[in-house]
Protein backbone atom coordinates (compact mmCIF):
# COMPACT_ATOMS: atom_id res chain seq x y z
CA UNK A 1 0.00 0.00 0.00
CA UNK A 2 2.89 2.77 0.45
CA UNK A 3 4.40 1.56 -2.66
CA UNK A 4 1.64 2.56 -4.44
CA UNK A 5 -0.03 5.66 -2.04
CA UNK A 6 4.02 6.86 -3.17
CA UNK A 7 3.51 6.21 -6.98
CA UNK A 8 -0.02 8.30 -6.53
CA UNK A 9 1.64 11.24 -4.82
CA UNK A 10 3.68 11.94 -6.91
CA UNK A 11 1.21 11.25 -10.32
CA UNK A 12 -1.02 13.55 -8.70
CA UNK A 13 1.83 16.88 -8.03
CA UNK A 14 2.46 16.86 -11.42
CA UNK A 15 -1.41 17.90 -11.77
CA UNK A 16 -0.82 20.72 -8.90
CA UNK A 17 -0.67 24.43 -9.07
CA UNK A 18 2.61 25.36 -7.77
CA UNK A 19 2.10 27.34 -4.77
CA UNK A 20 3.27 25.66 -1.72
CA UNK A 21 6.79 24.70 -0.67
CA UNK A 22 7.51 21.11 -2.59
CA UNK A 23 7.82 19.39 1.02
CA UNK A 24 3.78 20.81 2.44
CA UNK A 25 2.79 20.42 -0.89
CA UNK A 26 4.44 16.48 -0.94
CA UNK A 27 2.55 16.23 2.77
CA UNK A 28 -1.07 17.22 1.92
CA UNK A 29 -1.43 15.16 -1.71
CA UNK A 30 0.08 12.17 0.21
CA UNK A 31 -2.51 12.59 2.89
CA UNK A 32 -5.06 13.14 0.73
CA UNK A 33 -4.43 10.21 -0.89
CA UNK A 34 -4.27 7.93 1.86
CA UNK A 35 -7.40 9.22 3.54
CA UNK A 36 -9.28 8.46 0.19
CA UNK A 37 -7.49 4.72 -0.18
CA UNK A 38 -8.15 3.95 3.36
CA UNK A 39 -12.16 4.88 2.57
CA UNK A 40 -12.18 2.51 -0.14
CA UNK A 41 -9.95 -0.17 1.01
CA UNK A 42 -10.69 -0.26 4.74
CA UNK A 43 -8.28 -2.34 7.16
CA UNK A 44 -7.94 -3.24 10.57
CA UNK A 45 -5.23 -4.44 12.75
CA UNK A 46 -5.53 -6.63 15.68
CA UNK A 47 -2.68 -6.40 18.60
CA UNK A 48 -0.76 -9.53 20.19
CA UNK A 49 -0.02 -8.95 23.79
CA UNK A 50 1.67 -11.93 26.04
CA UNK A 51 2.97 -10.87 29.38
CA UNK A 52 2.52 -6.77 30.80
CA UNK A 53 5.26 -7.01 33.36
CA UNK A 54 8.58 -5.40 34.37
CA UNK A 55 10.38 -8.74 34.63
CA UNK A 56 14.02 -8.53 33.81
CA UNK A 57 13.93 -12.48 32.63
CA UNK A 58 12.50 -12.35 29.42
CA UNK A 59 14.13 -13.81 26.56
CA UNK A 60 11.20 -14.50 24.43
CA UNK A 61 10.33 -11.07 24.41
CA UNK A 62 6.86 -11.44 25.90
CA UNK A 63 6.62 -8.54 28.37
CA UNK A 64 5.17 -4.85 27.84
CA UNK A 65 5.94 -2.92 31.24
CA UNK A 66 2.87 -1.93 32.73
CA UNK A 67 3.93 1.84 32.20
CA UNK A 68 4.29 1.07 28.67
CA UNK A 69 1.04 -0.50 28.22
CA UNK A 70 -0.63 2.39 29.56
CA UNK A 71 0.65 4.65 27.43
CA UNK A 72 0.13 2.52 24.21
CA UNK A 73 -3.57 2.02 25.17
CA UNK A 74 -3.97 5.60 25.98
CA UNK A 75 -2.47 6.38 22.63
CA UNK A 76 -5.03 3.90 20.49
CA UNK A 77 -7.96 5.56 22.76
CA UNK A 78 -7.11 8.56 21.41
CA UNK A 79 -6.48 8.10 17.82
CA UNK A 80 -8.38 4.82 16.76
CA UNK A 81 -11.22 2.99 17.16
CA UNK A 82 -10.87 0.24 19.62
CA UNK A 83 -13.30 -2.39 19.22
CA UNK A 84 -14.17 -5.88 20.07
CA UNK A 85 -12.80 -9.08 18.10
CA UNK A 86 -16.28 -10.28 17.62
CA UNK A 87 -17.32 -6.88 16.48
CA UNK A 88 -14.44 -6.75 13.86
CA UNK A 89 -15.57 -10.76 12.70
CA UNK A 90 -19.35 -8.96 12.10
CA UNK A 91 -17.68 -6.29 10.64
CA UNK A 92 -15.39 -8.36 8.27
CA UNK A 93 -18.68 -11.11 7.31
CA UNK A 94 -20.88 -8.06 6.15
CA UNK A 95 -17.75 -6.38 4.46
CA UNK A 96 -18.58 -3.30 6.35
CA UNK A 97 -14.84 -2.84 7.31
CA UNK A 98 -13.86 0.38 9.11
CA UNK A 99 -10.60 2.20 9.09
CA UNK A 100 -8.36 2.88 11.65
CA UNK A 101 -10.49 0.03 14.02
CA UNK A 102 -7.84 -1.62 16.85
CA UNK A 103 -8.77 -5.18 18.46
CA UNK A 104 -6.47 -6.01 21.61
CA UNK A 105 -5.41 -9.57 22.15
CA UNK A 106 -3.73 -12.02 24.61
CA UNK A 107 -2.20 -15.36 24.32
CA UNK A 108 -1.74 -17.52 26.96
CA UNK A 109 -3.07 -16.72 30.22
CA UNK A 110 -0.65 -15.14 32.00
CA UNK A 111 -1.69 -13.61 36.26
CA UNK A 112 -0.31 -10.62 35.03
CA UNK A 113 -3.44 -10.10 32.56
CA UNK A 114 -5.51 -9.87 35.68
CA UNK A 115 -3.23 -8.00 37.73
CA UNK A 116 -1.28 -5.33 35.15
CA UNK A 117 -3.51 -5.20 32.22
CA UNK A 118 -7.19 -5.46 33.39
CA UNK A 119 -6.97 -2.02 35.50
CA UNK A 120 -5.60 0.14 32.64
CA UNK A 121 -8.38 -2.03 29.88
CA UNK A 122 -11.23 -1.32 32.67
CA UNK A 123 -9.56 2.16 33.37
CA UNK A 124 -9.85 3.26 29.53
CA UNK A 125 -12.88 1.30 28.80
CA UNK A 126 -10.63 -0.84 26.68
CA UNK A 127 -11.86 -4.43 25.47
CA UNK A 128 -9.51 -7.36 24.91
CA UNK A 129 -10.20 -11.22 23.58
CA UNK A 130 -7.65 -13.40 26.62
CA UNK A 131 -6.71 -16.96 24.76
CA UNK A 132 -6.17 -19.21 27.67
CA UNK A 133 -3.96 -21.99 27.25
CA UNK A 134 -6.35 -24.80 28.82
CA UNK A 135 -3.61 -27.07 30.42
CA UNK A 136 -1.95 -24.54 32.48
CA UNK A 137 -4.26 -21.65 33.42
CA UNK A 138 -6.18 -23.21 36.95
CA UNK A 139 -2.85 -25.39 37.10
CA UNK A 140 0.28 -24.87 39.19
CA UNK A 141 2.34 -25.30 36.45
CA UNK A 142 4.99 -22.78 34.70
CA UNK A 143 4.48 -21.96 30.61
CA UNK A 144 7.12 -24.70 29.61
CA UNK A 145 8.61 -21.86 27.52
CA UNK A 146 9.21 -20.09 30.42
CA UNK A 147 10.10 -22.97 32.19
CA UNK A 148 13.04 -23.51 29.44
CA UNK A 149 14.53 -19.84 29.97
CA UNK A 150 14.94 -20.22 34.02
CA UNK A 151 16.69 -23.75 33.61
CA UNK A 152 20.34 -23.54 35.70
CA UNK A 153 19.04 -19.62 36.86
CA UNK A 154 19.41 -19.14 40.24
CA UNK A 155 16.32 -16.87 40.44
CA UNK A 156 13.85 -18.26 41.57
CA UNK A 157 10.29 -17.82 38.81
CA UNK A 158 8.83 -14.78 39.31
CA UNK A 159 4.80 -14.69 40.97
CA UNK A 160 3.83 -12.50 37.96
CA UNK A 161 5.49 -15.27 35.79
CA UNK A 162 2.80 -17.89 36.77
CA UNK A 163 -0.69 -18.85 34.39
CA UNK A 164 -3.95 -17.68 35.97
CA UNK A 165 -4.96 -20.13 39.16
CA UNK A 166 -8.39 -20.66 38.86
CA UNK A 167 -10.08 -18.01 40.91
CA UNK A 168 -7.47 -15.75 39.28
CA UNK A 169 -9.35 -16.78 35.80
CA UNK A 170 -12.74 -16.57 37.14
CA UNK A 171 -12.44 -13.21 37.93
CA UNK A 172 -11.25 -11.86 34.67
CA UNK A 173 -13.51 -14.23 33.01
CA UNK A 174 -16.71 -11.48 34.69
CA UNK A 175 -15.03 -8.73 33.38
CA UNK A 176 -17.22 -6.83 31.08
CA UNK A 177 -14.75 -5.54 28.44
CA UNK A 178 -13.20 -9.40 28.92
CA UNK A 179 -13.94 -12.50 26.31
CA UNK A 180 -12.29 -15.49 27.17
CA UNK A 181 -11.23 -17.43 23.79
CA UNK A 182 -8.97 -20.93 23.38
CA UNK A 183 -5.57 -21.57 22.81
CA UNK A 184 -5.02 -25.70 23.17
CA UNK A 185 -4.91 -27.54 26.06
CA UNK A 186 -0.28 -27.70 26.18
CA UNK A 187 0.19 -25.13 23.03
CA UNK A 188 1.87 -27.50 20.70
CA UNK A 189 2.52 -26.41 16.93
CA UNK A 190 -0.61 -27.92 15.29
CA UNK A 191 0.75 -28.24 11.86
CA UNK A 192 3.41 -30.55 13.25
CA UNK A 193 1.35 -33.25 14.72
CA UNK A 194 -1.50 -35.57 13.72
CA UNK A 195 -4.49 -34.70 12.78
CA UNK A 196 -6.34 -36.55 15.73
CA UNK A 197 -4.26 -35.21 18.08
CA UNK A 198 -4.66 -31.36 16.64
CA UNK A 199 -8.30 -31.92 17.25
CA UNK A 200 -8.32 -33.39 21.03
CA UNK A 201 -5.81 -29.93 21.89
CA UNK A 202 -8.55 -28.16 20.14
CA UNK A 203 -11.61 -29.52 21.35
CA UNK A 204 -11.06 -30.65 24.76
CA UNK A 205 -8.87 -27.76 25.28
CA UNK A 206 -12.00 -25.51 24.88
CA UNK A 207 -13.88 -27.81 26.90
CA UNK A 208 -12.01 -27.57 29.55
CA UNK A 209 -11.96 -24.00 29.70
CA UNK A 210 -16.04 -23.69 29.04
CA UNK A 211 -16.35 -26.03 32.15
CA UNK A 212 -13.78 -24.03 34.43
CA UNK A 213 -15.48 -20.72 33.45
CA UNK A 214 -19.09 -21.83 33.11
CA UNK A 215 -18.75 -20.07 29.87
CA UNK A 216 -19.38 -20.49 25.75
CA UNK A 217 -16.19 -19.98 24.05
CA UNK A 218 -16.12 -18.37 20.50
CA UNK A 219 -12.76 -17.26 19.63
CA UNK A 220 -9.54 -19.56 19.05
CA UNK A 221 -6.01 -18.54 18.62
CA UNK A 222 -3.40 -20.77 16.81
CA UNK A 223 -0.57 -21.41 19.74
CA UNK A 224 2.89 -19.71 18.29
CA UNK A 225 0.32 -18.74 14.99
CA UNK A 226 3.00 -18.62 11.70
CA UNK A 227 2.32 -19.91 8.69
CA UNK A 228 4.39 -23.36 9.63
CA UNK A 229 2.02 -23.20 12.96
CA UNK A 230 -1.96 -24.43 11.24
CA UNK A 231 -2.79 -25.40 7.65
CA UNK A 232 -6.24 -26.09 6.31
CA UNK A 233 -6.63 -29.27 8.09
CA UNK A 234 -6.12 -27.59 10.88
CA UNK A 235 -8.51 -24.62 10.22
CA UNK A 236 -11.45 -27.38 9.46
CA UNK A 237 -10.63 -28.78 12.78
CA UNK A 238 -11.28 -25.65 14.48
CA UNK A 239 -14.68 -25.25 12.78
CA UNK A 240 -15.71 -28.75 13.76
CA UNK A 241 -14.45 -28.19 17.09
CA UNK A 242 -17.52 -25.25 17.21
CA UNK A 243 -15.29 -22.10 17.16
CA UNK A 244 -16.84 -19.73 15.75
CA UNK A 245 -13.63 -17.27 14.28
CA UNK A 246 -9.90 -17.67 15.20
CA UNK A 247 -6.33 -15.71 14.88
CA UNK A 248 -3.01 -16.49 13.60
CA UNK A 249 0.13 -14.78 14.36
CA UNK A 250 0.66 -13.58 10.53
CA UNK A 251 1.88 -10.04 10.27
CA UNK A 252 -0.87 -8.20 8.18
CA UNK A 253 -3.57 -6.09 8.52
CA UNK A 254 -7.38 -7.61 8.38
CA UNK A 255 -9.43 -6.42 5.51
CA UNK A 256 -12.96 -7.57 4.28
CA UNK A 257 -12.03 -9.78 2.13
CA UNK A 258 -9.65 -11.43 5.93
CA UNK A 259 -10.39 -15.38 6.44
CA UNK A 260 -12.61 -15.01 9.06
CA UNK A 261 -10.36 -18.36 10.65
CA UNK A 262 -7.16 -16.96 9.99
CA UNK A 263 -6.66 -13.69 11.24
CA UNK A 264 -3.80 -12.14 10.74
CA UNK A 265 -2.22 -10.44 14.19
CA UNK A 266 1.07 -7.92 15.08
CA UNK A 267 3.02 -8.98 18.20
CA UNK A 268 3.13 -5.44 20.36
CA UNK A 269 6.83 -5.67 22.25
CA UNK A 270 8.05 -3.42 25.16
CA UNK A 271 8.01 -0.20 23.56
CA UNK A 272 7.79 3.20 24.86
CA UNK A 273 5.33 5.35 23.39
CA UNK A 274 7.65 7.08 20.73
CA UNK A 275 8.76 3.96 19.57
CA UNK A 276 4.77 2.66 19.60
CA UNK A 277 4.08 4.88 17.42
CA UNK A 278 6.90 4.26 15.18
CA UNK A 279 5.98 0.78 14.93
CA UNK A 280 2.10 1.09 14.40
CA UNK A 281 2.54 3.32 11.67
CA UNK A 282 3.83 -0.23 9.91
CA UNK A 283 0.76 -2.11 11.18
CA UNK A 284 -2.05 0.16 9.51
Known amino acids: MTKLIHKTTKNLLRKLPIFLP ?7 ARRFIFKIYNALFPTATILLYHRISDSKN ?3 RLCVSPENFREQIKFLKENFRVIPLVQLVREVRSKKLKSKTVVITFDDGYSDNLHNALPVLQELDIPATIFFTAGYVGSNKLFYWDLYAQTGENTPPEDQGRPLTL ?6 STARIIEI ?3 TINHPKLAKI ?6 VEIFKGKIIVEEMLDIPLLSFAYPFGGRDSFDKNTIELVKKAGFQYACSNTHKRVTNN ?4 ALPRYVVRNWNLEEFKKEFTKFI
Open 194 to 199: PPNEQF
Open 22 to 28: AKKLHYL
Open 167 to 172: DEAKTL
Open 258 to 261: SNIY
Open 181 to 183: GGH
Open 58 to 60: DPH
